[in-house]
């Protein structure tokens, strides 16, 4: 995996809706930087520490009134460690998430919602993780399993020192050691790594909009091993990873407010007519395309890699 990559696809997601929640992520470490997007965390606004801070090094919380909308998690090509908090419970749960072909939504927070919760989060950039845990990441599509039963060894010490943790800053700290120290595991031969990073950047060059059999003909393979190699590699096929990009692509000029209509959209993006742009649309986003442009009048929050949030690390 090359680190270039990442240059040419950022995905957007869609957090901060809710005025009591937070949103933040940073960079990983150089040595990292070609297998992991980003560390992230989300929870209640209770669990951060001294929010001027926050602000200070430029992350700003919503003061607007509660969202009416969901806070959704868009399918974007990349897997997910997660480490959740149950402040309630006061216990921890580790997972690892695949590839999520469909989108989905969570349910907005009660009115009193529970102090202290908290999500932190890996995010692997696509085709990043197997170079870690070692595994074909097809094997996760569509799947939350528990961490212990896919991840390398040493489980125990992470657990232990992650649940020492008390903020973000320490979190990614920790996080950023444990994965620094794992020796790459990925079996593939090197002849395939190299398709991989061929593939990738003529999806993310031509934004989701070359077909599968140039992408083949360029890289003197047959459709067929294509979608077996990325698939393997990735978690889901080329097409569908090429509808991915094209999707965040129209999700980054409504984010930017670039378009009010759908026509535009779908001529901006070449999609076929207004028609074709919505039946996919929905197949990622969960709803119309005017649906997400009312509620990035609320909040979009791009992926990684943001002025903004680059600097949120700080000093303990």
Request: charged share 20%; net charge negative; glycine share 6%.
């Amino acid at each position: 995996m090359h680190v270039r990559l990442h240059s040419l696809y950022r995905p957007v997601q869609i957090n901060g809706l809710d005025p009591r929640t937070y949103y933040i992520e940073h960079a990983p470490s150089p040595s990292l930087a070609a297998y992991v997007a980003c560390y992230w965390e989300s929870g209640t606004r209770d669990a951060v520490e001294n929010d001027q801070r926050f602000e200070e090094a430029g992350i700003s919380f919503a003061h607007h009134p509660k969202s009416t909308a969901s806070a959704r998690v868009l399918p974007d090509g990349c897997t997910d460690m997660l480490v959740h908090y149950d402040a309630e419970q006061a216990c921890f749960s580790y997972s690892y998430c695949g590839n999520y072909t469909q989108p989905f939504a969570f349910p907005l927070l009660p009115v009193s919602p529970p102090a202290g919760v908290y999500t932190f989060g890996v995010r692997f950039f696509p085709g990043g993780a197997p170079f870690l845990h070692g595994q074909p990441l097809d094997l996760f599509t569509d799947r939350r399993i528990p961490l212990e039963d896919c991840w390398p060894l040493k489980w125990d010490e992470l657990q232990m020192k992650m649940e020492e943790t008390m903020n973000f800053a320490a979190r990614v700290k920790v996080m950023d050691q444990y994965l620094s120290q794992i020796t790459l595991r990925y079996s593939c031969t090197q002849a395939d790594q190299d398709l991989l990073q061929n593939v990738l950047y003529r999806i993310f060059k031509n934004k989701g909009r070359t077909s599968v059999q140039d992408i083949a003909t360029g890289e003197v393979i047959s459709e067929r091993q294509l979608h077996r190699k990325v698939t393997e590699q990735v978690g889901i096929s080329p097409k569908r990873l090429s509808e991915i990009v094209r999707f965040h692509e129209v999700m980054h000029g409504i984010r930017e407010s670039r378009f009010t209509d759908g026509v535009t959209i779908a001529q901006q993006y070449g999609f076929y007519d207004q028609a074709h742009l919505i039946r996919q649309f929905r197949k990622f986003y969960g709803d119309t395309p005017l649906t997400a442009i009312r509620e990035q009048q609320q909040m979009l929050s791009e992926k990684y890699n943001l002025s903004s949030v680059s600097s949120v690390i700080l000093e303990v």
